[in-house]
Each structure stands twice: as structure tokens, then as C-alpha cells.
């Protein structure tokens, strides 16, 4: 089963504003993942936010995360045209036995206009 | 550093017919994942190894598709017989370590192999 859920499923912007997706999950996790996803390079880890952390920044990446409301978002600032993509959270689960085990979300897809 | 490397890319086959997907992980990686991909959806886990042990396969339907990964480095899984539903992308995934002590890490993908199954 899906253990993320994507809000918005799709997002269409202009090129230099900025982009707000996010990830709604269920259980109680040991880190959440942003996955990329676009026909050109194929499904790319962008970020990995551990249980315990509330904010990461990576270039024009901003996420958090809220463990409380079991949520997290994924800010892209200054979007580009080469930012168009789908754009995927994955949980992976807490607890004794999960692993490597990521559970992806539905997905928010991203269309950034030039 | 290369990647990690699947074919076929592309399938087209018939229902009931068989077909198998081989994946390289990136060199020292001793976890590989596959992965289906159903159009639309995100990616959904099918089996995980730790070097050539199964870790977890809790989601592949072991009725038709088996998979191995000898000697700890490549990978092949099989799908036999097809069925229309299983048309979808499968995707190979490798990281460095996925054990309870070190969970921090990244997944690398693939291109994948789109299955068609007419």
C-alpha cells in the first residue's frame, strides 16, 4: 500500500516562482525521502529528512517535517524550466524490521512553464 | 562512478507468455531492490536483497515472479506467465546499505524496463 500521499497531484508554474508539494504519511517513520522522476534521467534522489530533524536545505531545495501531523513539504524556489518532472516523497518506517524499505507516495507532477 | 544498468529497456510480449529483466548495481552497493511502477502511481517495493539473501518480498506475487541475485552483484527477475496487469515499468534500485543500524541512506534507480503485455 501507498504510505505517502502527494498534495498537489498536479502543479503548473511559471519559470522563477517557487513550488510547494507535499506528503501526508501514516505511520511512524525513521526518514523521509523526495524522489525526482523525469523521462530524461529516470527516478533521482533529491533529499533524505531523518525522524528526528525539522528542516534541510539543499541548494533551492527547502523540506520539512512535522512528525506530529505526519506530514512533510518540499520547497523548490526559483523553479526552472529543467525542474518540470514528477517529484515523489518516500517514507521509510521506524520500528525493528523495515530496513531499507521505502514506501513511495503517489506523486505530485510538476510542469514549470519558460 | 556508473550507474546502475538494466535491460532490456523496452518489452512488448503477450499474455501468459515469459519474460526476465537484468539489473547491475553500482559496484560495492549490497543492497539491490526491484521495484513495479504502474503508470501513474509511484514505485512500489517488490523484493529487497542484502548481498544475495532475501531481505523482503512481502509484495511479490511468488506465483509469477521469482527473482535472484547470485553471487551478491547482478540481478534478474522473471515474470512467468504474464499477465495484462503487469504491464509497467520495473525499476532497479541499489544503495550501499539498508540494515537496522544504518538506514540513512539513498536509493540509486535504474532507467527501468517498461513492460507492455498485450
Known amino acids: 500500500s501507498q504510505q505517502g500521499e502527494e498534495d498537489p497531484q498536479a502543479l503548473s508554474i511559471q519559470e522563477g516562482e517557487n513550488a510547494t508539494m507535499n506528503c501526508s504519511y501514516k505511520t511512524s517513520i525513521n526518514n523521509l525521502q523526495w524522489y525526482r522522476q523525469n523521462s530524461g534521467r529516470g527516478l533521482v534522489h533529491l533529499i533524505l529528512?531523518?525522524?528526528?530533524?525539522r528542516e534541510k536545505h539543499s541548494g533551492r531545495l527547502r523540506v520539512t517535517l512535522d512528525t506530529s501531523k505526519k506530514s512533510s513539504s518540499l520547497l523548490i524556489t526559483a523553479s526552472r524550466a529543467a525542474d518540470t518532472a514528477s517529484y515523489f516523497c518516500?517514507?521509510?518506517?521506524?520500528?525493528?524490521?523495515?530496513?531499507?524499505?521505502?514506501?513511495f507516495g503517489q506523486g505530485t507532477i510538476l510542469t514549470v512553464h519558460p | 562512478e556508473a550507474g546502475v544498468a538494466q535491460s532490456p529497456r523496452y518489452k512488448i510480449i503477450e499474455k501468459r507468455q515469459s519474460v526476465a529483466f537484468w539489473c547491475n548495481p553500482i559496484?560495492?552497493?549490497?543492497?539491490l531492490y526491484w521495484y513495479q511502477q504502474i503508470l501513474g502511481q509511484g514505485p512500489k517495493l517488490l523484493i529487497q536483497f542484502q548481498n544475495n539473501g532475501v531481505v523482503d518480498d512481502s509484495q511479490l506475487p511468488k506465483d509469477r515472479f521469482s527473482a535472484e541475485r547470485l553471487k551478491g552483484v547482478d540481478s534478474t527477475l522473471k515474470i512467468q506467465p504474464a499477465k495484462l496487469e503487469d504491464s509497467a515499468v520495473y525499476l532497479c534500485a541499489s544503495s550501499l546499505i539498508g540494515t537496522r543500524g544504518s538506514r540513512n541512506v539513498e536509493q540509486f534507480f535504474g532507467p527501468g524496463t517498461r513492460l507492455t503485455v498485450l
Open positions: 559496484s560495492g552497493h549490497a543492497t
Open positions: 529528512i531523518r525522524s528526528n530533524e
Open positions: 518516500a517514507t521509510l518506517r521506524g520500528g525493528g524490521t523495515s530496513y531499507g524499505k521505502l514506501t
